[in-house]
Each structure stands twice: as C-alpha cells, then as structure tokens.
C-alpha cells in the first residue's frame, strides 16, 4: 500500500529547504510513496527540476502568517499518511494543531540553529507545542543539543539527517564550466556564496581582506540580497578593488571549479550546502567556526579548515597560506561523496518515511 505524503514549503526558489525536498520527492520510489509538495506560491527555479508526476498544491498565499488555515484545510480534506514541513517558520505555527489529526504523522524537517535564527517572540511560543510532532529532523549535531538545551525538545523525537549533495547534477554542470573571464591569471582566486544578508557574515570577510590589499588575491562573492548596498558602501569605504561582487549565478560550480579556495564566513548555518558543493568540485575550504554542523563536513586539512573570522588578522593569514596549497582535488571530492551522496542521505529519508 502507498504512502501519500504532503511536503510543505513557501515556494521552490533555489534555496537549501527547496533543493531537499525538490530531491526526496523525485527520488522516493513510487511503488512506496505517493509524493505531492503544498507551495504557498507556485514560483521558482526548483519547479523546472520537479518530475511531472509530483503535484503541486498551490494555496495561492503570499504571507506566512495568512498560510496557516489553507494549510490545515488541504491536510483535512487530503488526509495524507504524512505531512512533512520543510520551512522552520511554517513548522512552528503547524506544531500547535497536529492533535487535530491523529491519523497523520507529522514530520518537522529544522533548517536552522533554532535559537540563533528564531527572534521573533510571537514564533518562539509555537515551539511550546514542538513535541507534538512525530519526528524532528536536525540537519546537524549542533541543531539538535540546541533544540533539546534551548526549547525542551524531547531526544527519542529527534533524528539527525546530514544534508545530501547531488554529485551527478554537480559533475554535469562542472562539464559546461569554463573559467570564467573574471578570473585573473595573475592572482589566486577566491570565491564565497550565499545571501547577502547579517547571518552570512560578508561583513566580516571584507574586513578580513582589508588586511589582504597587498596580496595577489581575488574576493569574488556570489550572491543577492537585503545588505548588498551596504556591502558595496564597506567595499568602497576600505578601498576593496581586489573584492568583486557578482550578483546571483544559475551556475555558481563555473567559480568553484577554478577557484583557488572557497571561504564560508557564516555567523550560523543549518548545515551548509554550499560547504558541501564546494568539496564536491575539489575546492579547499576555509570556513568560520560557527554552529551549524561545520565541523561535521570539514575533515582539518582533508577539504579544508575552520577558524574563527573574527580574529581578521588570523583569519588572512590563513587565506595566504591556503591558497596556495597544493591539494589533490580528488581526495577533496571523496570526502565529500563517501559521507552526503544523494543515495546515502536519501535512503535514511525512505526509511524513516517508510517506518513511521
């Protein structure tokens, strides 16, 4: 007999949630599972990877807050096996109301370090109500003592499940990648992704390569958002020449291919995709020493290091000396593959969704 699930997310933009359930929905096995994913908008880039036999329930909500009742009416109606949330804030809000169906199983899928990413009062209460839900999955060791010291989840509710990383669609993509024209011969090439946002931490890799001006080194971020003008004025202000921003790239492993070193300069992660990427395109990582499972992913001078951003002195020092490392690429890749394939990960997702 088939399991019918519900997966629920704001949308399918090309974030790190979107990627993971986007991935688990075409991989389940259809003599199993009968997938369909709940968007509050029908938009993103993930739509175009998603099998057609996958539906899309679109509530047509533009605001998390107004989501909840159209959610809670599709779960009645549909009366799933499984619903599974895949956004913290939409998890939240869900928690006080699975009692309402004791027939479903509800799953929770965290994408943060709760206690570092959650501010808001109003969306703390809910995790009043967190044991509620079935199981709980933390990306990371750090995301689960947080949930279990900072918010009184129970341990038996909780499993960990390590991120996946899609090795093939990687690979396919490193094949169409050139160097790309901003790359300098003349220097070492290093490269950092992600939202232009606080929790990223640009801030304090500008001030890191304030101290790098002398050095044949390139900065090139990749990445939009809320603090781009921001970063552009500190740019301007210490005199960053050596610093390029390139806006959002749909193929961002063209710049890890050829990059020298990947730099993740975040506050917190949930478990860091782009950590992941970076290792399967056989680039060395040098990455801040903040919660989020990066300790999990780096293996010291395997893909690479951790070390504390804050110390901007420190933290140069090291760039000068990683970049010109001479590590086997291959190595690199393994390390990366033989612990977060797709295939790995996502077996551990069928069997919990099987054995629930």
């Known amino acids: 007999m088939k399991k019918s699930i519900i997966f629920i997310l704001p949308d399918l933009e090309t974030g790190g ?4 359930v986007t ?7 259809r003599d199993r599972f009968s997938p369909s994913i709940l968007l509050l908008r029908k938009e993103g880039a993930y739509l175009d990877f998603l099998k057609s036999d996958v539906e899309i329930i679109d509530i047509q909500t533009p605001r998390i807050r107004n989501s909840l009742k159209p959610i809670l009416l599709e779960i009645k109606r549909r009366k799933p096996d499984i619903v599974f949330s895949g956004f913290g804030e939409v998890n939240a809000y869900l928690s006080l109301f699975i009692k309402l169906f004791p027939k479903t199983k509800f799953i929770a899928r965290e994408t ?4 570092q990413h959650v501010t808001r009062k109003e969306i703390k209460f809910f995790y009043k109500f967190y044991n509620n839900y079935d199981r709980i999955i933390a990306q990371s060791n750090d995301m689960e003592v947080d949930l279990i010291k900072n918010f009184g989840i129970k341990k038996n509710k909780l499993l960990k499940i390590n991120n996946p990383v899609d090795i093939n669609f990687i690979e396919e993509k490193l094949k169409q990648s050139e160097r790309p024209v901003e ?5 070492k090439n290093v490269v950092a992704i992600g939202n232009l946002s606080a929790r990223k931490g640009f801030d304090n890799l500008l001030k890191v390569f304030s101290r790098l001006k002398n050095q044949n080194i390139l900065l090139h971020i990749l990445g939009d958002g809320k603090d781009k003008e921001m970063l552009l004025q500190m740019k301007e202000m210490l005199g960053l020449d050596h610093v390029i921003f ?5 193929n961002p492993y ?5 990059a020298d070193l990947f730099i993740l300069s975040s506050r917190y992660e949930g478990f860091p995709n782009v950590l992941l ?5 056989g680039v060395y990582s040098l990455a801040n020493n903040c919660p989020g499972g990066i300790d999990e992913i780096i293996i010291d001078q395997v893909n690479g290091e951790i070390s504390n ?12 000396h990683s970049v010109h490392r001479s590590d086997d690429k291959d190595n690199i890749k393994v390390s990366i593959k033989s612990r977060f394939s797709s295939e790995i990960i996502l077996k551990k997702y069928e069997d919990l969704l099987w054995n629930i």
């Open 23 to 29: 991935t688990i929905a075409n991989h389940l096995p």
């Open 309 to 320: 951003i804050e110390n901007y002195d420190d933290f140069a020092e090291k760039i000068k």
């Open 183 to 187: 790359f300098s011969h003349q220097h």
């Open 112 to 115: 943060n370090v709760v206690s």
């Open 254 to 258: 063209q710049y890890l291919k050829f």
């Open 17 to 20: 949630a979107e990627r993971i």
């Open 246 to 250: 390139h806006g959002k790239k749909s």
């Open 277 to 281: 990427e970076a290792g399967t395109c």
